[in-house]
């Protein structure tokens, strides 16, 4: 696990370290060498190899190249590198000979923020001969259209806002004579290319080509390369399929409907079913399905969900029976509320109740505490919650900001009593606000700011957050995942000065491949969450997984083709830990992930948590095993 070294107060204005400490993807190569065996040299630049870091300095006032004897055609490149005063630097791709004995392919600048990316020839000498600059891409797809077709370069972006957050993006422009890192990925005709673990600078590029990588150097000083790691993307990887002890899979389907579940008896014969994007699954076998909306599957390469990012079942109209909202962000439907037709077998009626939707995660939760529950989400940039109007419910809801405008996040929110006074509190990446005495629909709530989050390529925020008692001492901790498209997942341990001012330490668990991390374990795209007392000792333990294609089938997001697991930690009270406690992975599949959250209930009513999750894989119960079942096995 990695040690907190920061002082107490830190976490609550810390800026999130930014810059990469090694590549996001599983390298087919990585270069350790002190000879450049293996390479080839073109042009008028001097090329040495010392304990895994290359040097290239141009010599007689031209240029040179470092060529891989290897040819590839898909391929991601890490590499970290440092200029000299006056030198320029760059990344040649799908490198081919030209009958006069130089070169052609994709050249990506590493002379400047942008990564600017070129079609050039190069002659026999090294030299650049013609260099045209590529279109600006990298839209959510594989393949990007030509530039008459494109919307241009719509790359994720952080939140804007006037306030000052106590979680800020770090500068990941090009720092001039230090070391900095680069990943690129070229796939079919897109070029992604991040400096420093910042932005994607995305490029267009012809389709084809096939030829080796090679490093550049040019102007006047020496350039330094060092971690240089790269990878074959045209080969794919199936992880083997396991699934943790104490769990039985179950799939409801196959196909991509949606990233939200929900559990309801539907139907009234005392027995929980289950939903999933467009079906209810009727318990206790869940085999029996039927459609509350049409069932109009995505796919699982080039689209995101189209109803449900989320989805929750309460009775909402107050019949007696349990009803269902989706919920889209962005541009899509809102909150969509879908009336119970009371066993009648036929589709049910849909209501717009909410638009303005900003976040991708929300939860339904009992804010007010009048027994029914509301959704809590960011809109507008704001922090809220909506509830129904009990006279109208199938109306527009009426939305509650708790926070002012510039405090809402895309990803991360949670429910639970921060500061012990029996009401509910909200928390989000920025911090957390808590509900004043005189009612929750008084007006905006007291902002406490603290950073539960980390940047990493402009995103920043997780899932559902938890807040529970993680190390037993009485206080209620957070615990989430930092980067719902990166890397991440701490536990804040709660702390009071003697005037009771409330602070967080950070407690990672888990980072990138660079780290130690909690079981050895490591994945990315943290896109679902949930918590529960998952084996029974009375602590509640956190559930999470990967997101398969969290932005596609693209190369937006570290290690997008890494297995899609799903793992519960367990809570464990280790005062030998820092904190005086530790999350310990435990393994449930690794080939389902999650969606946008993670259901975890007692489906059947044996005592032992079930876990349901949908995905771009389809739908799937883990059900459980009971403690006392468990313990027997464990004996025998």
Not at 321 to 336: C, S
Not at 351 to 377: C, H, K, M, N, W
Not at 495 to 504: A, L, V
Request: aromatic share 12%; hydrophobic share 35%.
């Amino acid at each position: 696990m990695k040690k907190n070294l920061l002082p107490l107060l830190t976490v609550l204005f810390a800026t999130a370290v930014a810059f990469s400490s090694g590549p996001s993807f599983m390298p087919d190569v990585k270069f350790t060498g002190s000879t450049t065996k293996g390479w080839h040299t073109l042009g008028h630049a001097t090329w040495s190899a010392d304990a895994g870091t290359i040097t290239g300095t141009p010599s007689d006032g031209g240029s040179g190249w470092l060529v891989l004897d290897k040819s590839y055609q898909d391929i991601s490149l890490y590499t970290e590198f440092r200029c000299e005063e006056g030198c320029e630097a760059g990344v040649l791709l799908r490198a081919e000979k030209t009958p006069d004995g130089g070169m052609k392919g994709f050249y990506v600048s590493l002379s400047d923020s942008s990564l600017t990316t070129y079609s050039v020839t190069i002659g026999p000498g090294g030299e650049i001969e013609k260099r045209d600059k590529l279109a600006r891409g990298g839209l959510l797809a594989r393949v990007t259209p030509p530039p008459s077709q494109s919307q241009g370069d719509n790359r994720p972006r952080p939140p804007t806002s006037n306030v000052d957050l106590p979680l800020k993006a770090a500068d990941t422009s090009l720092r001039p004579h230090e070391w900095n890192s680069v990943e690129i990925f070229f796939d079919a005709n897109t070029v992604r290319s991040f400096l420093n673990n910042g932005h994607q600078q995305g490029a267009i590029a012809e389709d084809g080509g096939y030829g080796p990588i090679a490093l550049y150097a040019g102007g006047k000083g020496a350039v330094h390369f060092r971690g240089t790691a790269y990878m074959d993307m045209s080969l794919k990887v199936r992880d083997e399929e396991k699934l943790g002890s104490g769990f039985r899979k179950q799939r409801l389907n196959d196909f991509y409907y949606s990233w939200g579940t929900a559990a309801a008896d539907f139907n009234h014969d005392g027995v929980l079913d289950v939903i999933s994007g467009p079906y209810i699954y009727y318990g206790p076998d869940y085999r029996k399905s039927r459609e509350i909306y049409y069932a109009l599957s995505s796919n699982p390469t080039t689209e995101f969900a189209t109803n449900s990012t989320m989805e929750f079942a309460a009775d909402f109209n107050g019949d007696g029976w349990p009803d269902v909202i989706t919920v889209m962000f962005g541009g899509g439907p809102g909150v969509q509320l879908y009336i119970n037709p009371k066993g009648e077998n036929r589709r049910w009626q849909k209501f717009e109740v909410g638009t303005g939707v900003q976040s991708e995660i929300a939860v339904l939760r009992d804010i007010d505490g009048d027994g029914r529950p509301e959704l809590v989400y960011s809109g507008d940039g704001r922090v809220r919650y909506a509830k129904p109007d009990a006279s109208n419910p199938t109306d527009k809801w009426t939305v509650h900001n708790i926070s002012e405008n510039g405090y809402g996040a895309s990803h991360g929110i949670g429910v639970g009593d921060v500061n012990g006074d029996g009401r509910m509190d909200i928390v989000n990446p920025y911090g957390w606000w808590e509900q004043p005495a005189v009612g929750a629909d008084s007006g905006t709530w007291t902002y406490h700011p603290a950073a539960f989050a980390h940047f990493g390529r402009g995103m920043m925020g997780g899932s559902v957050m938890a807040v529970y008692d993680v190390n037993g001492d009485g206080l209620n901790d957070v615990v989430t995942s930092l980067n719902a498209h990166g890397w991440g997942l701490a536990w804040y341990e709660q702390k009071r000065d003697p005037q009771g001012k409330i602070t967080f330490v950070e407690h990672m668990v888990m980072d990138d491949f660079s780290t130690k991390n909690a079981g050895g374990v490591t994945f990315s795209e943290l896109h679902g969450t949930g918590f529960a007392d998952v084996d029974g000792d009375g602590i509640p333990d956190f559930i999470v997984g990967k997101r398969y294609f969290s932005h596609l089938d693209t190369n937006l997001d570290p290690d997008p083709r890494g297995a899609p697991v799903l793992y519960w930690y367990k809570t464990v009270r280790n005062r030998q830990e820092p904190g005086g406690a530790e999350l310990i992975p435990q393994l449930i599949d690794t080939h389902s992930g999650v969606g946008s959250d993670v259901l975890a209930v007692d489906l059947n009513h044996d005592g032992a948590i079930d876990i349901v999750t949908s995905t771009r894989f389809g739908s799937f119960i883990y059900w459980g095993t009971p403690r006392h079942v468990a313990t027997a096995q464990r004996k025998k």
